[in-house]
């Protein structure tokens, strides 16, 4: 168990593999389904959403009428916790009711005095409802280093590449096995002689001698 530097512990780090990378978060958890259905330990998984981004969605115009009726809802709702709150307190069922009532209706009226004086005081500056969420460009599931084999296997019954496969094979699925330098080849057996300065040797070399010490034991002819 590793401590940090505050004090308190720190898990410590697992050594992951890139096992497949999809470019949306449903892919990569249907990915971690399968690896779990097929009896997988996806304790030893992970997903890692990279290139985070902030996306706002625009749903609509933001008037100072959809601005009260907003708060409106908002403030029925708070009110009708705070009134089944309050209304435990109570001894009959009629009391009960009706201070449940009472608080939907001021929390009503309050939320929406809320939401029409907010929206106004903003000048027209943000005349707009949204919905922003936080995004991935690229989610990738991370694998155990020993186990990635296996789950390599079990992956290739089920999940199949398809459109939102980002990186089709992991480009770190283990070790790089540096490539083995390229040696000049050895060539063995006969090979063809040289030419040499120097004089030949064997029994071809003797007779050349022999036929020389005879032409000089003749002489010239006249």
């Known amino acids: 168990m590793q401590y940090s530097p505050a004090g308190g512990p720190v898990s ?11 470019d949306n978060y449903t892919a990569a958890q249907r990915a971690v389904d399968t690896l779990s259905d097929a009896g997988f ?10 290139d985070l981004r902030l996306e706002e969605t625009v749903t609509g115009r933001l008037t100072n009428g959809r ?12 009110g009708l916790v705070v009134g089944l ?10 009391s009960f009711i009706g201070l449940v009532l009472w608080s939907i209706l001021w929390g009503a009226i309050a939320g ?3 939401g029409f004086t907010s929206h106004a005081f903003t000048g027209g500056t943000r005349d707009f409802s949204s919905r922003s969420s936080i995004v991935a460009g690229r989610y990738d599931v991370l694998v155990a ?3 990635l084999d296996q789950a390599q296997a079990l992956l290739q ?24 330098a390229t040696t000049s080849p050895v ?17 071809r070399a003797e007779e050349v001698r022999d036929d020389d010490r005879a032409g000089a034991s003749r002489g010239p002819r006249p």
């Open 12 to 22: 410590p780090a697992v050594d992951r593999r890139l096992l497949v990378s999809y």
């Open 41 to 50: 330990p996806v304790e030893n998984t992970a997903i890692v959403g990279s």
């Open 67 to 78: 601005a009260a009726l907003s708060g409106l809802i908002t403030g029925a709702v708070f």
């Open 85 to 94: 709150f309050l209304g435990l307190f109570t001894s009959t069922t009629t």
């Open 112 to 114: 929406a005095a809320f």
């Open 145 to 147: 280093s020993p186990m």
């Open 157 to 180: 019954g089920g999940v199949q590449p398809a459109d939102t496969v980002v990186v089709e094979r992991p480009p770190s699925a283990g070790p790089v096995t540096a490539s083995p």
């Open 187 to 203: 060539t063995t057996g006969d090979t063809a002689p040289q030419a040499t300065g120097l004089p030949e040797s064997g029994p």
